[in-house]
């Protein structure tokens, strides 16, 4: 085990794409976005390329039709099609999103054996908070720091730098784990230690390309390295 996860007290999970399979119902989402504005659908594997920025970032990139946003997108078209995406988003939350497998299980060994656990997303309050009850990580769950809970959100280190300062430790004693290059760069700025996930969503790109400090499969083998027990725990 490297020794910078010897002295872990607190972990940090990312959400959409580490928690939660959440493509699903962003893409039934922004489609219904795009057609009620008279557009054409995209593709699912086109709107997981678009998660982790947040869902106004998700609704230009739809808009613009690529990961790159279009600059002369105009402004009431964006916020007209990001009421229509929120407006649909949250009578979809859980339509057709689950959690990956072992996720419970991993949270509960994880929080008996003392750790404090956070959930740190750039999503929005008003659709995590339900998430979150939704899929029952409420009772495991000691923190969720959402993407307006600060003024700036990952890659960024601030939402981290909170967790810590919450949990009175060292940000050197919170790991980050997530999926995609937000996630690991957040780490990196808060001098915390990170696990990348190879599957969720990450633009498409291999997680070990941002160099965590290690990278996992699945999130069952979280457990084994950081308690020693079998990975079906």
């Known amino acids: 085990m490297p020794s910078s996860f010897r002295q872990i007290r607190a972990i940090a999970f990312d959400l959409d794409g580490t928690l939660l399979h959440s493509a699903p119902d962003l893409h039934y989402a922004v489609n219904q976005m795009l057609i009620e504005l008279g557009r054409e659908p995209v593709s699912l594997g086109q709107v997981t390329g678009w998660i982790g920025n947040g869902i106004e970032v998700l609704v230009q990139r739809a808009l613009s039709r690529s990961f790159k946003v279009d600059t002369r997108l105009e402004p009431e078209l964006v916020e007209q099609a990001l009421g229509l995406f929120k407006l649909l988003y949250a009578n979809a939350l859980h339509r057709f999103s689950s959690l990956y497998p072992d996720v419970e299980a991993v949270l509960m060994a994880l929080k008996a054996a003392g750790m404090k656990l956070a959930i740190v997303t750039n999503k929005a309050t008003e659709f995590t908070l339900p998430l979150v009850q939704q899929f029952g990580l409420s009772g495991l769950i000691d923190l969720v720091v959402c993407g307006d809970t600060l003024p700036q959100k990952k890659p960024r280190p601030d939402q981290l730098l909170y967790c810590a300062e919450h949990f009175d430790i060292s940000a050197t004693e919170l790991l980050m784990v997530g ?52 990975e079906s725990v």
């Open 179 to 230: 999926d995609s290059r937000n996630d690991i760069q957040a780490a990196k700025a808060a001098l915390s230690p990170s696990i990348g996930l190879t599957y969720g969503y990450n633009y498409g790109e291999d997680i070990a390309l941002c160099n965590p400090d290690r990278v996992l499969n699945q999130l069952a083998e979280l457990s084994a390295l950081l308690l020693s027990v079998p």
